[in-house]
């Protein structure tokens, strides 16, 4: 049993039980010849994958709605929070909608610090985008057919959002030609080290 | 400074004519002509690949499904590494050429990365003519922008398609790569970096339609002359 916490402390806990953390990346080298996801897909198993992945979406959709404050950021910057805010609020949107009942309510979140001032933005922008992107990769082993083509428009524009940030921040867009995939526990950590989650115990 | 206003998507482009317009420039053909020849025979142009051909999921459509993500990053590689070797790339400035050769060694890595998982059922490499357009730093940029967004809307529309699940990883990893050529490319030119919230996926009789209308693969080498400044003439 995996245990996620997203939603800034412990009022809620999301439970992805019986996600497979390691069978996540597949060696691009060996794909063809690797077996399917220890866990076969399944419509159960989707429905905690997208709720992961909502959380993942409410936590980038707070983040950018928080550094909206006036005078934090300007220029580039300042149209980058307000655009990407936008797409990761159509995002949260999208995902509920294909969960519909069984969607995660919206977790409460201290996202201060982190949006406190422009370096502090960017780094966690920079960690908010790069780690979604994973997220989804990883996951694509494990979604059904209706899945992978649910998430298929949300994971490029996720990339989409990192090559941009990074970009502003002066560094390379598209550091490697193939993009890693996150596990669940990855995702989890990343976020605890950029303190954009408390740290889980 | 960059425009975030201005969406230039891939539909735009292609309803602008901004491919057609750089290959009047390069070859003289026009739109009558050249949707003629988009008229012409239904199989898919890189591979003889279509999507209603390879209705099955199953290992044999992976290996389709492969095969032409392949041609495709040929057709890429081959695109900036002949901007390259013309020196159109030495001549930009340097955010310019550092993104071109980026994109170039990327491209060039997704072809030796298909050609491994595919192995013996890798396809040869298609010949392609770029009629001029690797020359031109304005027209290679723009077109550039381009292929890179019709390449997200290939790998997000195949990536459902495959059934090896590991496989599907393997596309998610290129695609998102590919989208972040996008990105960098759009910034570049002033346009926005990320005009929407979704991506849109196209069936690969969609990509092979846009592929067509650039006349960019031929049957047969298209010179010898290689490091010869004209291409088209």
Known sequence: ?201 | MVDFHNRLTLAQLDADGALEEALVAATGSTRTQFLRSAALGSAALLTGLSDSATASPGPRQDTAILNYALAFEYLQAGFYTEAESLGTIRAMDAERERWARTLGAHERAHVRILKDVLGRRAAARPFFDYRGITEDPTTFTRTAVAMEDLTVALLGGQAPRVANQGLRSAFFSLLTVEARHATWARRIVGVAPVAEAFDSPKTIAQVDRVIRSTRFRVSRPKSEGRGSPRFTG
Not at chain 1, 56 to 81: I, K, R
Not at chain 1, 90 to 115: C, I, W
């Open chain 1, 1 to 201: 049993m995996i245990e996620i916490v997203l939603d800034g402390g412990s009022r809620r806990h999301v439970l992805l039980g019986g996600l497979v953390v390691g069978a996540a990346l597949a060696g691009l080298l060996t794909a063809l010849g690797r077996p399917a996801a220890a866990q076969a897909p399944s419509p159960e198993q989707d429905e905690r994958i997208l709720n992961f992945l909502l959380n993942l979406e409410y936590l980038q959709s707070a983040f950018y709605a928080e550094a909206d404050s006036p005078g934090t950021l300007d220029g580039e910057l300042a149209a980058f929070a307000r655009v990407v805010g936008k797409h990761e609020q159509r995002h949260v949107e999208r995902l509920k909608r294909l969960l519909g009942d069984g969607a995660n309510p919206a977790p409460e979140l201290d996202l201060e610090d982190v949006t406190s001032d422009e370096d502090a933005f960017l780094e966690a922008a920079i960690v908010l985008e790069e780690t979604g992107a994973s997220a989804y990769i990883g996951q694509a082993p494990n979604l059904t057919v209706e899945g992978v083509t649910a998430v298929a428009p949300l994971v490029s524009v996720e990339a989409r959002h990192a090559a941009w940030i990074l970009a502003i921040a002066g560094r390379n867009p598209a550091p490697a030609p193939a993009d890693p995939a996150a596990t669940v526990a990855g995702v989890q950590s990343a976020f605890e080290r950029a303190g954009l989650v408390p740290p889980s115990g």
